[in-house]
């Protein structure tokens, strides 16, 4: 696969279904100057209107992969070396370093497929302070995505 070289920092989704979130995640993928956005288990095509609409271009700036199973996606950004990091609510959360990332978003109701802890990560949570025990997919993968920025 050759749309995608050299990456540093790379976005996973993972069966998310609300094309305004999957747009705002491209949104912020470009913003932040991330490499690439790599999809499996779609549930919502990448090139239709509404994600289109709430990615503000960013669906056309940032490039973005399909893969049929989480296997082939693991394999691609392991081979590439990258360091796995789950966002994943309630678990110790591990500090990005200078290293390369490949950072898995999971499924708005469901969560990540159960597939992704088979293989060696580390995880990343946000610290919920109020009763909610979790946040809007976009903007936790949002906040995740510019956390990085400082450590890239």
Known sequence: ?????????????????NPGNIGTILRSCDGAH??????VNERTRVN???VIKASMG???TIPWYHFNDIESCYNFVHKLGMNLFLAHPGTESHPFTDEK??????????????QW???Q??????????????LNAGVAASILIY???GSA
């Open 1 to 17: 696969m050759n749309i995608i070289k050299k990456p540093q920092r790379l976005l996973i989704l993972d069966g998310l279904e």
């Open 147 to 149: 956390r990085n920025i």
């Open 58 to 60: 960013g669906a056309f």
């Open 101 to 114: 990332i490949a950072l898995v978003i999971g499924n708005e109701r469901f969560g990540i497929s159960k």
């Open 48 to 50: 239709q209107y509404k």
């Open 34 to 39: 991330f490499d690439g956005v790599l999809i």
């Open 121 to 134: 990560h580390k995880t990343v949570s946000l610290p919920m302070l109020g009763c909610c025990d979790s």
């Open 117 to 119: 802890f088979k293989f």
